[in-house]
Nanobody, 113 residues
Framework: QVQLVESGGGLVQPGGSLRLSCVAS????????MSWYRQAPGKQRELVADIRTGGSTRYADSVKGRFTISRDNALNTLQMNSLKPEDMAVYYC?????????WGQGTQVTVSS
């Protein structure tokens, strides 16, 4: 079992920055990928970024060059710069091993002036 707890969401003006953090506990050695997803009202949940064991990363086209994902053992962070109103959503931390997918409770990111 893996438990995920996110933090760092909030209100930011367009062009601002936020850092989201996700702390994993439990069987963290079994995790081979950690990711951030987001879901805006009325839209499907979408992948924002992921990072695999070994350090390879992948980003949604809409956030390339603005967001950076990193992982240090149990801590997964998403640095979000140059935020836009369309980035506003609930952001979810996700982790996977060969058996299961795990989700955090979500953290709200609001981008508004």
């Amino acid at each position: 079992q893996v438990q995920l707890v996110e933090s760092g969401g909030g209100l930011v003006q367009p062009g601002g920055s936020l850092r989201l953090s996700c702390v994993a506990s439990g069987s963290i050695s079994s995790i081979y990928t950690m990711s951030w997803y987001r879901q805006a009202p009325g839209k499907q949940r979408e992948l924002v970024a992921d990072i695999r064991t070994g350090g390879s990363t992948r980003y949604a086209d809409s956030v390339k060059g603005r967001f950076t994902i990193s992982r240090d053992n149990a801590l997964n962070t998403l640095q979000m710069n140059s935020l836009k109103p369309e980035d506003m959503a609930v952001y979810y931390c996700h982790a996977a091993n060969i058996f299961y997918h795990y989700w955090g409770q979500g953290t709200q990111v609001t981008v508004s002036s």
